[in-house]
């Protein structure tokens, strides 16, 4: 079971379980929502992976941990004192789970990445059509991170931390190069506003399918990279 649960603006907390083990719960921005689920859906926790510092995903922490005291919580370095556990590249043991860590700096300067079950909680690293800010203006690390990503299997499930995706696809749109590109991103924004507008998230997405829409992981080089993504920030 894989479940987004939207959060502030436009935020996902991601909750995943296999079939009557315990979840792990990825990001937690704000407790609220989760605790929400909680009560309507009943079950035991087996840790929480935090991607990077952002307050926007370690805030309400806090106040999970107030709940749910001897939940492991893993993380990098730079989420502080919010982690119990902290990680870098490699593998995590749970009682019920093998976690691959997956250092993808680039959005901050020790952002992880947690892949479980083909499931890949990448945090702010990569979005649906698009990828997140480059805060550290390492571009180098963080075409690094998206390449790291696209060699990863084709049916991994894509688990960002945020609903950009209507935005980034009207991005890509405006920096097809091609015909064909143009009618790819183009059926998928169909798909994608009709998602919004029935208030359906547009995630988790195949990775297979973000290499077709995805601008970011078709950058050649980090030159061609670097020169996307400030024209998306100014976007």
């Not at 907390?13 to 315990?22: G, H, N, S």
């Not at 990828?131 to 894509?158: E, H, W």
């Not at 091609?178 to 506003?193: F, P």
Request: charged letters at 20%.
């Amino acid at each position: 079971m894989l479940t987004p649960i939207r959060t502030l603006t436009d935020n996902y907390i991601w909750l995943y379980r296999q079939k009557d083990l315990p979840a792990l719960v990825v990001d937690i921005g704000d407790f609220s929502p989760l605790a929400e689920y909680l009560d309507k859906h009943p079950m035991p926790i087996e840790a929480v992976l935090l991607t990077h510092y952002h307050a926007d995903h370690i805030a309400g922490v806090a106040a999970f941990h107030k709940i749910f005291p001897d939940v492991p919580i893993y993380g990098p370095a730079e989420c502080g004192d919010v982690v119990t556990h902290m990680v870098t590249e490699g593998e995590i043991h749970t009682p019920h789970y093998t976690i691959k860590v997956l250092t993808t700096p680039g959005h901050t300067a020790q952002h992880v990445s947690y892949l479980v079950d083909k499931n890949l909680f990448c945090g702010d690293t990569l979005f649906s059509a698009g990828c997140g800010r480059v805060f550290t203006q390492n571009y180098q690390a963080m075409f690094d991170s998206l390449q790291k990503i696209k060699a990863l299997p084709d049916d991994t499930q894509i688990c960002a931390a945020h609903e950009y995706t209507l935005n980034n696809l009207q991005f890509a749109m405006a920096v097809a190069n091609t015909t064909a590109q143009k009618e790819t991103v183009s059926a998928n924004m169909g798909i994608v506003k009709f998602l919004v507008a029935a208030g359906m998230p547009t995630l988790p997405t195949p990775l297979a399918d973000e290499k077709r829409i995805n601008p970011f992981l078709q950058a050649k080089d980090v030159t061609e990279f670097t020169q996307l993504r400030i024209k998306k920030d100014n976007f």
